[in-house]
């Protein structure tokens, strides 16, 4: 069983929004830091959020700020990525992420991050 997982990617028109979900049955999110990468065509990973345990700090790159939002759950023990405005640039193949231990902030560099989904697909069509 996959220790982390994504849902909700898909295909979207330009412009419009799309909410990205992460859980876990191995382990409870609200006390480690979570983020969300993207792998896009052409570009190398990329963190475009994450959320510290507790939700006690939270990140996002330029790239995304007024755009992408990180939330959570606790009760379901998920993570959210809200996507809104999306734009072509932003497909690619999403991955949450988690880390071993805690943190009291959270960073957007993979090597930050022990557990990963599998992905999921975001097609933005221009």
């Known amino acids: 069983q996959e220790q982390v997982k994504e849902s909700g990617g898909g295909l979207v028109q330009t412009g419009e929004s799309l909410r990205l979900s992460c859980t876990s049955s191995?382990?409870?999110?609200?006390?480690?830091?979570v983020a969300w990468f993207r792998q896009v065509p052409g570009s190398e990973r990329e963190g475009v959020a994450c959320?510290?345990?507790?939700?006690?700090?939270?990140k996002v790159p330029d790239s995304v700020k007024g755009r992408f939002t990180i939330s959570r759950d606790n009760g379901k023990n998920e993570v959210y990525l809200h996507m809104d405005s999306l734009k072509p640039e932003d497909a690619g193949i999403y991955y949450c992420?988690?880390?071993?231990?805690?943190?009291?902030?959270?960073?957007?560099?993979?090597?930050?991050?022990?557990?990963w989904g599998q992905g999921t697909q975001v097609t933005v069509s221009s």
């Open positions: 992420a988690a880390v071993a231990s805690f943190t009291p902030t959270c960073g957007l560099m993979a090597g930050q991050y022990t557990y």
């Open positions: 191995k382990m409870t999110f609200r006390e480690r830091a």
């Open positions: 959320t510290a345990a507790y939700s006690a700090f939270k």
